[in-house]
């Protein structure tokens, strides 16, 4: 059985896999509510890993999530320094769903008896 705690440890950006999974297919990474957002730029200066970066959007300079896969799966580090409550990630629940979804199909190498679970 994979611990959450366990597969937190497990990725960084050069992987292209997590846990047997293409990292291209988790959906994993950060969301901009741009309606909340005063671009301050904290998020862009936190993540070490590149994900965001600074672009002209709408006429200003806005963080975009530039790198999705660069977000490690299962951090959800940047929702809570965010001052304005603008960036989330998925519910743990729906990450769940989605890689009982994905283990089913036969391109992916879990092994067979691993499940998650908190
Ligand atoms: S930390 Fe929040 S408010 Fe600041 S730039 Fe990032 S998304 Fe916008
Ligand atoms: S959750 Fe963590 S890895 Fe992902 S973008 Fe935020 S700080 Fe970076």
Redesign the pocket.
């Known amino acids: 059985m994979i611990q959450i705690n366990e597969l937190k440890k497990g990725l960084t950006m050069s992987e292209e896999n997590w846990h047997g999974i293409p990292r291209n297919k988790i959906p994993w990474y950060p969301s901009?509510?741009y309606d909340?957002?005063?671009?301050?730029?904290?998020?862009?200066e936190?993540c070490k890993l590149c994900t965001?970066e600074f672009q002209e959007k709408d006429g200003k300079e806005?963080?975009v999530v530039k790198n999705p896969n660069n977000c490690v799966v299962l951090c959800s580090g940047?929702d809570s320094?965010?001052?304005?409550?603008?960036?989330t990630h998925p519910s743990k629940i729906e990450f769940r769903e989605k890689i009982k979804e994905l283990r089913k199909s036969p391109i992916f190498r879990l092994k067979k008896n691993d499940s998650i679970s908190d």
């Open positions: 901009i509510d909340k957002c005063i671009s301050c730029g904290k998020c862009v936190y965001y806005r963080p940047c320094i965010c001052p304005s409550g603008a960036i």
